[in-house]
């Protein structure tokens, strides 16, 4: 005889049973972070956009990155529908499924991996060229093992879910795999954030444009740092309370995203910077492009500088008048005067 209360319990086809609010509190959770995910998508789309339209002078490096980092995040996203359609569709007729894996669930745990692996590498690269002297190789000593462990943990993590397979299973490995990717990660984040802000504000002077635009960049690097880490907290603190909550392990959908997004912002933003600085496109040398680019929109790789052009007169010895073109620099810590 069918069940009276099927909203209570569902029946699997091999004769166990799964609450219903089991459903809600797992699988309800994992289809709002998948909303989410799409949401993210959306506007990586919409970045993606901004970014071509109006810096398409970008070195052919720098717009190869933002194409590879939406091919994926375009991936991803196929990936997480693939998952959601696994779920809520085929389960109508097998409810079984509830409780099994799906490899495209897996394969987009790569994917992510990948798209915070090229992110970080950016930032590093970031970092690397702001260093002076022995900093540099101080930075890579301190952030490439970090990036690497995150980037194998990562990778560890697909693969032992994949073997675990089944949902209820992947308890077993919440405590060894999944939290200390998720505290490599934000240790990756924290480091980053900081040493950029140190290096940035390094780079202020007394000329208030020059602060102002620092100070933007600063904002900005903390912002990313939030975003990103936040939710890996997040993580860290749902799997913490309940290591079998399927919500935890469904967060990784958004990281990727967001590091994909925090990096594209940064791109997208160097208008809004130089316009904090009080600069023409032309007067500013962001921190966001490619090796060897001078001409506008691209620039010098990473590194944070300016120049502006101020006339000066002088009156010499011999009642003559003189006047100079004085281009002010703020970039590895000199400043050069061209005479007119």
């Given at each position: 005889m069918a069940p009276t209360h099927v909203s209570r319990t569902l029946i699997m086809s091999d004769s166990t049973t799964l609450p219903a609010s089991m459903v809600a509190a797992t699988f309800g959770g994992a289809e709002i972070t998948m909303m989410i995910a799409s949401m993210l998508y959306g506007v990586t789309i919409l970045q993606t956009y901004m970014y071509f339209l109006r810096y398409s002078n970008d070195g052919v490096v720098m717009r190869s990155l933002v194409f590879i980092l939406w091919i994926l995040d375009t991936i991803h996203t196929a990936f997480v529908f693939h998952v959601l359609y696994f779920y809520t569709m085929t389960t109508w007729t097998k409810p079984s499924n509830l409780l099994d894996g799906v490899w495209s669930n897996y394969s987009l745990l790569s994917i992510s991996t990948l798209m915070c692996l090229l992110v970080q590498l950016f930032y590093?690269?970031?970092i690397y060229l702001l260093c002076l002297g022995r900093w540099k190789w101080l930075s890579v000593a301190l952030l490439g093992p970090l990036i690497l462990a995150s980037s194998i943990y990562g990778v560890i993590n697909a693969v032992r879910q994949t073997q675990v397979w089944e949902l209820t299973k992947l308890v077993t490995i919440t405590h060894t795999i999944v939290l200390p990717y998720a505290c490599i990660r934000i240790a990756v984040d924290v480091i980053t954030s900081i040493s950029l802000c140190i290096l940035l504000r390094g780079k202020k002077n007394d000329i208030r444009?020059?602060?102002?635009?620092?100070?933007?960049?600063?904002?900005?690097?903390?912002t990313r740092f939030l975003a990103t880490s936040s939710v890996s907290i997040f993580q860290i603190i749902v799997l913490g309370i309940d290591p079998t909550s399927l919500w935890g392990f469904t967060l990784d959908y958004i990281i990727g995203k967001l590091y994909v997004n925090s990096l594209l912002a940064n791109l997208n933003s160097r208008d809004r910077v130089r316009a904090a600085g009080g600069m023409s496109p032309s007067g500013l040398v962001s921190m966001f492009s490619d090796p060897g680019t001078s001409r506008p929109g691209g620039n010098?790789?990473?590194a944070v500088s300016y120049h502006q052009e101020q006339v000066v007169t002088r009156t010499l010895e011999d009642g003559l008048t003189r006047t100079d073109k004085v281009e002010l620099t703020d970039m590895?810590?000199?400043?050069?005067?061209?005479e007119d």
């Open positions: 590093a690269r970031t444009s020059t602060t102002n635009m620092v100070n933007t960049l600063i904002l900005y690097a903390t010098v790789p990473l590895r810590g000199y400043s050069k005067t061209s």
